[in-house]
């Protein structure tokens, strides 16, 4: 494992795919699109202190930037739905959050450095398309009003196929996205019908015809199992049909139960109609062997895309990143998000948005940015996050590298978390040598299981996560 080797992860194996060990670790954890994660941020952090952490972030114009847009609204609520949400029939809600939107932006623009460029721009929901084409069209000139982009930006837009028209598609392309990605979840009816998301198989392949016609490079697909009524067979045809479309990429989620947070999960206990975990466990068995056959390349954490997409592509060259959209090819860009509930990332703070729309609203009306929560950053977590992050893209760690750009002995700083990965690597998940250690086919599998051997909050107290199956 020499240091100036190209870092590259194990793709998983279906021969490898053991279902006893995925049994055995399906604990819950964090799934690390941040660390330190989400339930550490507090409100206790003075928002002056966070805004000038973005201060800091625009000393110099060296790092890009990526926007994230927060549209909350949605006309009905999917009842596996885990997102921040606002339902609702009313059209002018869209405009009244824009003007909400351009608000923000005013407050956020003077601090950007003016030479920065937005190499990245995200659109998540809720459902974006929710705006109308013209709205969705005055929301770009408010951005591009305030924000320079560089040439080859990779913009993207989450679409859910049920509530998009061809002039929305153009919209979101004048805007400048080149991506898109379509929540599927599950083709079959009866699943559909169970969640609440009918959703024909027409309308997807509708939606996925509008955005190639109109230039979207990238196509991704969402898919959900663990949904009520679905089995292993019921979800291989899901994903044979799904592959029918040749996206760019699949993201395969497993459904997150988490009642406590979403009551509309609650229904399904009442109907009793979720999987068991051994079906479930087939399921995922399924998953990773039908794309592995249909050639695509496993990323990590549910992502999968084609062996010549950038982010397999960036995998195999080691500059994966990892952040609260996922993955991304984007080394060390600051994270500006703004809508309710959104997150921002600097290299040494997080901070996150109201997350109801009346006080996201009231912050902004009285002159002041929406604000809720946040966190500084210790130097031990921002050395904490390089590691976790590694883990997640790269699926290997190599210790001379890493203390190189960390700046500490990494062997010493971390004796005893390698000490500590001796169960694993005695169940196969990962091998450890010298020089550092590498992860295996399912290790790969229960990534997040490895990352929080390295994440120093989890001893501090109890979290409730979904579980990683
Ligand atoms: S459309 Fe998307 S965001 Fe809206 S409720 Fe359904 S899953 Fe949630």
Redesign the pocket.
């Known amino acids: 494992m020499p240091a100036s080797s190209p870092i590259t992860g194990t793709p998983p194996a279906a021969a490898e795919f053991d279902l006893e060990l995925v049994r055995k670790y399906n604990v819950p954890g964090p799934r690390y699109t941040s660390y330190p994660t989400a339930p550490q941020f507090t409100e206790a952090t003075p928002p002056e202190a966070l805004v000038e952490a973005v201060r800091r972030d625009n000393r110099e114009a060296t790092r890009p930037l990526s926007l994230y847009f927060h549209l909350p609204f949605?006309e009905?609520?999917?009842w596996?739905?885990g997102?921040t949400?606002v339902?609702t029939l009313k059209r002018d809600a869209a405009s009244i959050y824009l003007d909400h939107l351009e608000k923000e932006l005013a407050l956020v623009q003077p601090l950007v450095h003016p030479s920065r460029r937005v190499a990245q721009m995200h659109f998540g929901?809720?459902?974006p398309t929710f705006l109308p084409p013209a709205v969705i069209r005055r929301l770009g000139e408010a951005i591009h009003a305030r924000f320079k982009f560089a040439e080859d930006s990779e913009n993207s837009v989450e679409v859910?196929p049920r509530r998009i028209t061809r002039d929305h598609v153009r919209a979101f392309r004048e805007l400048g996205c080149n991506r898109a990605s379509l929540?599927v979840q599950d083709t079959n009816p009866v699943v559909q019908q169970a969640v609440h998301?009918v959703q024909p198989m027409e309308v997807t392949r509708q939606a996925f015809d509008w955005m190639r016609t109109e230039g979207y490079r990238s196509i991704s697909v969402d898919l959900i199992f663990g949904l009520p009524h679905q089995t292993a067979d019921s979800f291989a045809r899901t994903i044979d049909e799904v592959l029918t479309l040749q996206p760019d990429r699949l993201a395969v989620f497993s459904y997150a139960h988490v009642p406590w947070i979403k009551p509309s999960q609650r229904i399904f206990e009442k109907q009793a109609n979720l999987p068991s975990t051994e079906e479930k466990l087939k399921m995922l068995a399924t998953a990773v062997r039908r794309l592995t056959a249909a050639g695509m390349v496993y990323i990590g954490m549910d992502h999968s895309a084609r062996a010549d997409d950038e982010l397999a592509v960036a995998q195999r060259e080691g500059t994966l990143q990892r952040n609260f959209q996922g993955y991304s090819t984007h080394a060390g860009a600051s994270i500006y998000g703004f809508g309710m509930s959104s997150i921002s990332q600097t290299e040494d703070s997080y901070r996150q948005n109201l997350k109801e729309l009346p006080d996201y609203y009231a912050a902004l009306d009285a002159g002041r940015l929406p604000i809720e929560r946040g966190l500084l950053l210790s130097e031990e977590d921002r050395i904490r996050r390089q590691v976790i992050m590694r883990i997640m893209c790269d699926r290997r760690v190599h210790y001379a590298d890493l203390s190189q750009r960390l700046g500490v002995d990494f062997r010493t700083h971390f004796a005893r978390e390698i000490e500590l990965l001796a169960d694993l690597e005695a169940d196969g998940l990962l091998h450890r040598s010298r020089e550092g250690f590498v992860i295996t086919g399912v290790g790969a599998l229960l990534i997040r299981i490895i990352a929080m051997r390295f994440d120093a909050y989890l001893e501090k107290g109890p979290r409730r996560f979904s579980r990683t199956v």
Do not use: Y
């Open positions: 949605c009905t609520l999917c596996f739905c997102c949400t339902i929901g809720g459902t859910d929540g998301r």
